[in-house]
Structures are given as structure tokens and as C-alpha cells.
């Protein structure tokens, strides 16, 4: 916010302002719809207006690492010492 005498920044999550959620990543759209709550592919290209296709895709690019498949084909988010330890194997910070 800006004000007369001084400028406060706060904290944002892209994921939640919708003109520059829709310019994000899909991976990045997916996670954030899967962190609210697991849904199957096919909901996840509803509410992202998305190509279901390429939603399994990515789910299956990043299974493991950054998304995990629950019983009944719902895709939700790896727990992060997961992802941390993935990334660390591979030579990469996290």
C-alpha cells in the first residue's frame, strides 16, 4: 500500500489473484488447486480450464516429487521433506 509518508509491502500468494494466477504454470495452478484439497484430473481441468491430457502429464512428470496419486485417481502434493530429498539427490537446492 502506498501511503503519504511511507510504501507497506505484504506478502502475496500469486495462486490467489486470479489475473496473475492464470499467467502462472500449470504445475504451479495444479499445485495450488491440490493443496486445497485432492481432486482427479478431470476436476482439475474444470477448475483450471485446462486440457485434462496434459494435466495426467504433469501430475505424472512431477509423481513423487511435487504431486502424489491417492487412491481413487486424486492427485494431492507430496510432502515436502519429499520433494526437498528428490531435489538434494539430484544435485539441485530446493
Not at 38 to 56: F, G, R, V
Not at 57 to 85: C, H, K, M, S
Amino acid at each position: 500500500m502506498f501511503w503519504r509518508d511511507r510504501v507497506e509491502i505484504h506478502p502475496e500468494d500469486p495462486t490467489q489473484i486470479p489475473e496473475v494466477a492464470e499467467e502462472l504454470p500449470l504445475a504451479d495452478r495444479i499445485a495450488a488447486t491440490a493443496a486445497r484439497a485432492p481432486k482427479t484430473p478431470e476436476e482439475l481441468a474444470q477448475i483450471l480450464e485446462a486440457n485434462q491430457k496434459i494435466i495426467e502429464r504433469i501430475v505424472r512428470r512431477y509423481r513423487g516429487r511435487r504431486f502424489i496419486v491417492l487412491d481413487g485417481g486424486l492427485v494431492g502434493l507430496a510432502a515436502p521433506e519429499t520433494a526437498n530429498t528428490d531435489n538434494r539427490a539430484r544435485g539441485r537446492d530446493a
